[in-house]
């Protein structure tokens, strides 16, 4: 344990992920206690543990996180990474500003995105600046995007995506990424 302030710690290592980028924060334990909240704090983690917690600087921990819903976040978020880059791609020239509805572009997007996802490709990670903690995925041929979140290894580990339009009003959409979880159709989502 690094430090103790209260119900807020911070550690020397971890594997946890702080909210980031889009992506939500882990969910797990440490040292036995429910993480309730990870935020980040300069290039550490600060941690929100229940206040009755009884660790204290120098302890060793353990540290789980919920694998599960790790790897469902990793799935949303390099999916909708990769949608992101295809709606760049399909609307270039457009400066943040899109007029029409968006979904007749969405067979298109969801295809290409899908053939991604098919090839199996492999997702290449690393740092673009390990001193300013600068991180990116890369898909050889494909794109170089940064981004500090946790990557999957290959694009077929996405599985299959689905594209809705989510009207939230007053001119402005949101594109929905769902991700079919198994056999009987139980889907999972993201906004971007």
């Known amino acids: 344990m690094e430090s103790v302030n209260g119900d807020k710690i911070m550690l020397r290592q971890t594997i946890y992920f702080a909210f980031s980028g889009g992506q939500e924060s882990d969910s797990g334990t440490i040292g036995g206690y429910p993480v309730l909240e990870a935020k980040?704090?300069?290039?550490?983690?600060?941690?929100?543990?229940?206040?009755?917690?009884?660790?204290?600087?120098?302890?060793?921990?353990?540290?789980?996180?919920?694998?599960?819903?790790?790897?469902?976040?990793?799935?949303?978020?390099?999916?909708?990474?990769?949608?992101?880059?295809?709606?760049?791609?399909?609307?270039?020239?457009?400066?943040?500003?899109?007029?029409?509805?968006?979904?007749?572009?969405?067979?298109?997007?969801?295809a290409q995105a899908q053939s991604i996802v098919d090839q199996n490709r492999k997702i290449f990670s690393a740092y673009s600046d390990k001193v300013a903690q600068k991180r990116y995925w890369e898909i050889e041929g494909f794109a170089r995007i940064p981004c500090g979140g946790t990557h999957l290894r290959r694009t077929g580990e996405v599985g299959q995506i689905r594209l809705k339009r989510k009207n939230i009003g007053k001119g402005k959409e949101r594109i929905e990424v769902h991700l079919i979880e198994n056999e009987f159709g139980f889907e999972t989502s993201r906004r971007i």
Not at 46 to 74: F, N
Not at 85 to 105: A, D, H, M, Q
């Open 40 to 110: 980040t704090s300069g290039f550490d983690i600060e941690y929100l543990l229940p206040a009755d917690h009884q660790l204290k600087k120098g302890d060793h921990v353990k540290i789980e996180i919920d694998w599960d819903r790790r790897y469902r976040l990793m799935r949303l978020h390099f999916a909708a990474e990769l949608i992101l880059e295809l709606v760049y791609r399909e609307l270039k020239g457009i400066e943040n500003l899109w007029l029409k509805n968006i979904s007749p572009c969405f067979s298109k997007l969801a």
